[in-house]
């Protein structure tokens, strides 16, 4: 039985045992049971009976708990109830089922309010940020209080700043651009598409590969790549287990230009897993997707750049999971990136919180919701701009996040504009994208008044008709008595927020356009109702109970079956019919099914919330309404079934005004800001190091260098004798091969990390409660060394260590080891915001160093975070102080002073998001050291980098660490790299500065159960490690 499905039940038994006992008095009214009759006796002494209303149980059950909470106690009482034949003994079950649910009523106000503080706390301190930022900002110089001045005579409202950008146009015919679009979850295939299968596959799914179809056959793009999910589970279709599927290739196209879905690995193949539980998973999509692009950008380099790699041009992420992955790739590749959010969690979980039916911890656990709003947060972090639908999206349910203000914005653009300083402050762009449509299939001229094909399907001379009509149109037409009359078309998934019950009601309970219309619901697939999601299921079972409470059996259509192909048909049908469609969400981010009736001339009624309010003030189309008054959702139909002069006038502005949302007019604007973007990002690009020649002991017979041939002859004696001809060659081979072995690891021409097959990364925190170093990293980097030796030595294998110490401590620290500090490729020190080359005479990596500016506030940021760091109440006391020796230019490092408590990661992030400031931000040292360091920089993304310069495949990296560390410990234990955990390596670790206590959990964040992760069953002195990692998991 479907979750709430008994409460249903139980309001259709309480208002029938209402109405068969009510009892009729001498003036006329009617009572209602015995429990109303002694309540009216108690409370009319001393009172004008007339003027007295009776206590209803059945009026304050409806009132009080419509929303509902799942109480097993009051459902095994409503079974009780059902099964009660005396009247008396029912009425006496419902007068019991009053307390508790007058207890549940007081326990969802009690949810309410603690949520209502917690939001006007939040709501106070992004108010403070907004101030703060505000009071930074506005000390002005002379020439730019004129300027401001100026700029307020000659235009009150400020325009967007796509004002400013110029439009793609044929001028960009020869650029050969490649574009990364990311949707991971649901079920996404060019064909068929099986849209409304899930809560996961729906107007997403389609919106994202007809973008990709219709950029592909933009001139000027090169190739567009759609990355998504693999899933080889026998529940779904194979065709979502290949690798690679092509979605269109121009005529005149070579090589590997168009437009592909990549399906990339994604936790365990063999299983469907809904958008919720697939957040531990994304870091290995991650890497899979760097993986791809790589390799998709040396091909693409070798066709059209001449062997130098194609990059992205951009990278865009559509939803929050999409987005967090769009988000690392973009800091690890340097490429812009863009975010189209589709639904937000925020505004999720404040609709959630205002119902109160669950607390914030039980949303958080079925919705994972916090977790998807930090990946939001950090999409927005990263984004160069957002791609939305409509202003009110940009307004009401962006303007909720922590990383996007739209006042501080607005003052942002103005000061750029101007060519002022932002101090390091930065809001993401947002702009008003319609979705498009693809009208190659729409027939606009079909004429308004034929109706044959539909006479030939219901008329007398059906068997005669020769014309080969949609299987469709006879699939709905079935349902109807008579089907001349004009269809009301509602088509969406299954779905509470697609409020189909509410459309139900308005057209069961209004008898004029009962005789007036049809109505026609197309709510996904189906075969047994039982099998279906929870939500689903309900939200059918809800619409074969009301098609049964108002007997529309004949008025109204609810086929089980539909394919994407036959979308078309049905609203052709409905067009024929001289119908209307209805959207009637609660809230709908987009309405592309609102332009899709369009294209076919239906008029439309729509919500009022969301996308429709833009797109029907371009149309023109239609009327839109509140979904929550029914009565004005059936006046609006009536309106337009009724009066056809209007319904005239509706398709044909709708007729007109279509192309504005069309496929080619939304990539033309799409493309515009894309390039907008382009120009005002670094020019910095990652490069590949080139594989570097063969040794010269290798190659010796094809030297052709005269010099080499002279040095050769001149070492061609040995000891003065003469060698033999026919020997020579051979030793003449062994002299240099000694001379390139015995020649000093620092020199560049005998060692190169292109050449390392596999990388081994010491990334174990082994600190104390103090904060200083134990002998355990000793002990693990002597080890590693020790596993590793055999590689090291035939140049295979490299050795990288990560730290969040500074790179004078490390030194130091690997000194006191005594351990070389050249047996490492690369010292990744400040927690990832610097890089050595032990080989290049420890020289920084300057290339990593520009790589990781982006966006770092630097010296704007030092005075804010010790005044933010405080706890609460308390900002104002000196709780860290800086660390000298660890500040660089792209690391402010600050000493915890012992004692004093700061804020954890996730507070103090919120608060510098508040006011425009986008850094990362790692504890280290058992909590005693907060570095802050620029936001594309980390030990995981340097790893990355690394990966990507070198050419090592992750797969092919080993990480070491303990059971606990920084802050930035959980990123470095999930991806498609090994990870040895060893025990008891780390006595004290800095996680417990990371999340708030109403944040998300570790198990959100990576596998614990992963193949790629291993744990030391010894401790780390004993730990055999060529024993551990020669188990077939770590080959």
């Known amino acids: 039985m479907a979750v709430n499905e008994w409460l249903h039940g139980y309001l259709e038994a309480i208002l029938d045992a209402g109405s068969s006992t009510r009892k009729r008095n001498n003036d006329g009214k009617h009572r209602i049971t015995r429990f109303e009759e002694e309540e009216e006796e108690r409370n009319l002494e001393g009172e004008n009976k007339n003027n007295y209303k009776f206590f209803s149980p059945t009026k304050y059950f409806v009132e009080q708990v419509i929303d509902s909470f799942d109480e097993s106690d009051i459902y095994r009482t409503w079974v009780k109830v059902v099964a009660t034949r005396n009247s008396r003994d029912r009425s006496s079950r419902m007068e019991n089922m009053c307390w508790p649910i007058w207890h549940l009523t007081r326990k969802k106000k009690q949810i309410a309010w603690d949520d209502a503080q917690k939001l006007a706390e939040r709501r106070f301190e992004r108010e403070q940020g907004r101030n703060d930022a505000a009071d930074d900002l506005s000390e002005l110089s002379e020439g730019e209080k004129e300027k401001d001045v100026n700029a307020s005579e000659s235009k009150k409202d400020i325009p967007r700043i796509s004002s400013e950008m110029q439009l793609w146009s044929d001028e960009n015919e020869l650029r050969n651009l490649y574009i990364v679009l990311i949707s991971v979850h649901g079920l996404v295939r060019g064909e068929n598409m099986e849209l409304g299968r899930d809560s996961d596959t729906g107007g997403q799914v389609k919106y994202v590969v007809e973008l990709a179809r219709a950029l592909a056959n933009t001139k000027g793009i090169y190739r567009v790549d759609l990355l998504t999910r693999q899933i080889a589970s026998p529940e779904v279709d194979s065709s979502y287990g290949e690798p690679i599927e092509m979605l269109s290739c121009p005529l005149d196209g070579s090589g590997s230009c168009g437009a592909y879905i990549i399906r990339l690995p994604c936790g365990p193949q063999d299983k469907y897993i809904p958008k919720e539980s697939l957040w531990p998973y994304l870091p290995e999509f991650v890497d899979e997707a760097l993986n791809h692009i790589v390799n998709m950008a040396r091909a693409l380099g070798e066709q059209v750049k001449g062997g130098k790699p194609m990059w992205p041009n951009v990278i865009h992420g559509h939803y929050a999971d999409a987005g967090e992955i769009a988000a690392h790739l973009s800091g690890a590749l340097n490429v812009p990136m863009v975010l189209t959010g589709h639904s937000l969690g925020r505004n999720k979980f404040e609709q959630l919180l205002k119902q109160g039916r669950l607390s914030r911890e039980a949303i958080n656990v079925t919705y994972k919701i916090m977790r998807r709003i930090e990946a939001e947060e950090m999409a927005l972090d990263a984004a160069e701009m957002v791609v939305t639908s409509t202003r009110q999206e940009i307004e009401e349910q962006w303007g909720l996040y922590d990383g996007f203000d739209l006042k501080l914005e607005r003052k942002l653009r103005v000061r750029r504009r101007r060519g002022v300083s932002c101090l390091g402050r930065y809001m993401p762009r947002m702009v008003v994208i319609p979705p498009g449509m693809d009208f190659s299939y729409v027939t606009t001229h079909e004429s308004m008044e034929g109706e044959g094909d539909l006479k030939s399907l219901i008329g007398s001379n059906r068997a005669q008709s020769k014309k080969k009509l949609p299987p469709i149109w006879s699939e709905i037409m079935r349902f109807f008595t008579n089907p001349h009359k004009p269809t009301i078309l509602a088509l969406s998934r299954p779905d509470p927020k697609k409020n189909v019950m509410t459309l139900l009601k308005a057209f069961g309970e209004c008898h004029r356009l009962r005789e007036l219309a ?76 609102i332009i899709e009736a369009a294209a076919y001339g239906l008029p439309v009624v729509a919500t009022k919330n969301g996308g429709p309010v833009d797109i029907l003030k371009v149309l023109n189309n239609g009327l839109l309404i509140d979904p929550h008054n029914q009565k004005a959702m059936a006046d609006a139909l009536l309106k337009l079934v009724a009066d056809k002069n209007l319904w005239l006038e509706c398709r044909k502005n709708g007729l007109r005004n279509i192309h504005r949302f069309s496929w080619p007019e939304h990539c033309q604007n799409y493309l515009s800001h894309i390039e907008h973007c382009r120009n005002h990002l670094s020019t910095s690009r990652l490069e590949i190091m080139p594989i570097p020649e063969e040794p010269i002991s290798d190659s010796l017979r094809d030297v052709e260098d005269l010099s080499l041939r002279f040095s050769i002859e001149g070492d061609s004696k040995f000891n003065n004798t003469e060698t033999d001809p026919a020997t020579r060659p051979k030793e003449l081979i062994e002299a240099i091969s000694h001379r390139v072995s015995s020649s000093t690891r620092n020199s560049s021409a005998s060692f190169h990390p292109m050449r390392r097959q596999r990388l081994v990364v010491i990334a174990a925190d082994c600190y104390d409660r103090e904060g200083s170093l134990t002998k355990a990293f000793e002990a693990i980097i002597k080890s590693v060394m020790k596993f590793a030796g055999p590689g090291i030595g035939s140049g295979r294998v490299g050795v990288v260590l990560l730290t969040g110490s500074s790179l004078k401590e490390t030194i130091e620290a690997l000194n006191s080891c005594n351990i070389n500090i050249e047996e490492f490729d690369a010292l990744v020190c400040n927690s990832g915001s610097e890089m050595y080359y032990p080989w290049k005479d420890l020289m920084v990596d300057e290339d990593y160093e520009a790589h990781v500016e982006y966006r770092w506030p630097g010296e704007n940021i030092t005075s804010m975070v010790p005044r933010l760091a405080g706890i609460e109440g308390e900002e104002d006391k000196d709780y860290i102080e800086e660390y000298v020796s660890g500040f660089s230019s792209r690391c402010y490092s600050y000493c915890v002073k012992p004692g004093m408590k700061v804020r954890n990661i996730y507070d103090l992030r919120q608060r510098l998001r508040m006011r425009g400031l986008r850094c990362n931000l790692v504890y280290t040292h058992a909590g005693f050291r907060l570095n802050v360091i620029p936001l594309f920089a980390s030990r995981k993304q340097a790893l990355r980098y690394l990966s990507v310069k070198w050419g090592i495949d992750l797969s092919k990296a080993i990480i070491f660490v303990g059971e606990r560390g920084d802050t930035d410990y959980e990123e470095l234990m999930a991806g498609i790299h090994k990870t040895l955990v060893l025990r008891g390596s780390v006595e004290e670790g800095s996680e417990k500065l990371l999340h708030s206590e109403d944040s998300f959990k570790r198990e959100d964040m990576f596998n614990l159960d992963s193949p790629n992760l291993i744990y030391s069953e010894n401790g780390h002195m004993d730990c055999d490690i060529s024993a551990i990692l020669g188990h077939p998991g770590a080959s």
């Open 518 to 593: 049809n109505l026609t619901l197309i709510l996904g697939n189906r075969d047994d109702i039982e099998e279906m999601s929870e939500s689903s299921s309900t939200v059918l079972s809800m619409v074969l109970k009301l098609i049964d409470k108002y007997d529309l059996y004949g008025q109204v259509a609810y086929p089980k079956h539909h394919k994407q192909s036959q979308v078309p048909d049905i609203y052709r049908l409905a067009a024929k019919t001289k119908g209307v469609f209805i959207n009637p969400a609660l809230v709908e981010p987009f309405g592309l099914t």
